[in-house]
Each structure stands twice: as structure tokens, then as C-alpha cells.
């Protein structure tokens, strides 16, 4: 089989009906070249999502990152779904 590379999608929330709906979006516009991670704010345990939150500069949630990188709709305007087609989710690699 070959190893195909995915684009990472890392959705942040803390698990309310105003996140809901972003983490359902991302998940209905991801391709199979897309590995979509949610993280829950609210539930997680251990380090790994407040280190994320802390070195992606997540202000507020919900919060996409793609490849590592928050997107700028999530800087300081909060996330829009052209933010998400322009980083490429569920847009397969050609």
C-alpha cells in the first residue's frame, strides 16, 4: 500500500452546543486526505491539548489548526468556513 501524507486538522472546543457545530463542519467538509483530531478542552486530561493551546496561541475556542499552524480565521475573528476551505480541508492532494 502506499503511504500517502494526510493533512493533520486539529479542531480545539470545550465540548458546548456554540463548538458543536464547527467540529461537525470540519468533519463533514474532511476528504480522505484529512485527519481530523478533536480536542475537548473541557475533558481532556494530561498536557498534550493545553501545550497545543499554549504554542498554537489559541485565544479562544473552537480553534482549527492545520499542518500545525492556527488558521487565521481563528486568530481573532473565529472560525469561518472560507477559513477552512483555504487551508485546504477536504481538498484531496493532487
Known amino acids: 500500500m502506499e ?22 463542519t470540519v468533519k463533514s ?12 478542552l473541557a475533558e481532556t486530561k494530561g498536557n498534550e491539548a493545553a501545550d497545543k493551546v499554549k504554542a498554537y496561541g489559541i485565544k479562544a475556542i473552537p480553534a482549527v489548526a492545520v499542518n ?8 481573532n475573528k473565529g472560525v469561518s468556513e472560507a477559513g477552512l476551505k483555504n487551508a ?3 481538498q484531496p492532494f493532487s
Not at 467538509?29 to 475537548?40: E, F, G, K, S
Not at 500545525?68 to 486568530?75: D, F, P, V
Open 68 to 75: 500545525g499552524k492556527l488558521l487565521s480565521c481563528c486568530q
Open 88 to 90: 485546504g480541508i477536504g
Open 29 to 40: 467538509m474532511a476528504c480522505a486526505d484529512c485527519d481530523v483530531i478533536v480536542y475537548n
Open 3 to 24: 503511504n500517502q501524507k494526510k493533512r493533520k486538522i486539529e479542531v480545539f472546543t470545550a465540548g458546548c452546543s456554540v463548538c458543536e457545530p464547527l467540529v461537525e
